[in-house]
């Protein structure tokens, strides 16, 4: 069974910091790994993907992930937070002939002025 | 521009009082899901439909039900609302050529009083 495994519930960081979420995947072939973006009562949006081209992926807003196999992991990274980006973050792996998708637990990302 | 709507965005409903949420896409895509997220958890797959083929997700209660009957729209029935059904549901869709980007609506979030 395909699952990924957000290590952090809540990040908390300064204005003008680096970002990092963490994600590990569980997956028994090359999976394929999203992240997305949820601000309060507002709809989940796409930060970015991978589906075994380029493993630095570039996403919108400076968001950035890397995906490594020998470590399982697909972290989130973004070099200097904005207030803007307080919000939940979710990765999420594909699964199943109809590209199910399971959601990890969620990073909560708080912005500190 | 092509989207994926939800009606209503805020729902009531009373303990065992059917409830239909409503959900219409302008992007012509082949996929619909269904999606449940209780408060400060992950989005759940309840099921999807490819095309007009069904497809229930092991763990979906039997309370829940679906129907499309074209590929623009998409309900989610509950019969017997209980109190912990109140959530946030989501719908997204999904094209079969290209991307497998899943496009996800803004929600209905159902209150059972």
């Known amino acids: 069974a395909q699952s990924v495994t957000q290590l952090d519930s809540h990040v908390s960081v300064s204005e003008g910091t680096p970002v990092l979420l963490r994600c590990n995947y569980s997956s028994s072939y090359s999976p394929s790994l999203f992240w997305y973006v949820q601000h309060p009562n507002k709809g989940l949006q796409l930060l970015l993907k991978?589906?075994?081209?380029?493993?630095l992926v570039k996403g919108i807003n400076g968001f950035e992930a890397e995906f490594k196999k020998s470590e399982t992991s697909f972290h989130l990274t973004k070099p200097s937070a904005h207030m803007s980006d307080a919000a939940e973050y979710f990765c999420v792996v594909m699964r199943g002939s109809a590209r199910q998708l399971t959601f990890g637990s969620g990073t909560q990302l708080t912005v500190l002025p | 521009d092509a989207m994926v709507i939800q009606n209503p965005r805020y729902q009531v409903t009373q303990f065992g009082k059917p409830v239909t949420l409503s959900c219409s896409q302008t992007l012509n895509h082949n996929v619909m899901y269904w999606y449940q997220q209780k408060s400060s958890q992950a989005p759940k797959l309840l099921f999807h439909y490819y095309d007009k083929d069904f497809n229930n997700e092991a763990d979906t209660p039997d309370n829940f039900q679906s129907r499309r009957p074209n590929t623009s729209f998409c309900f989610l029935d509950i019969r017997s609302p209980g109190l912990g059904d109140a959530a946030m549901y989501l719908c997204a869709t999904r094209g079969t050529s290209g991307s497998n980007e899943q496009f996800f609506g803004p929600g209905t979030r159902l209150t059972v009083l």
């Open positions: 991978y589906t075994s081209a380029a493993t």
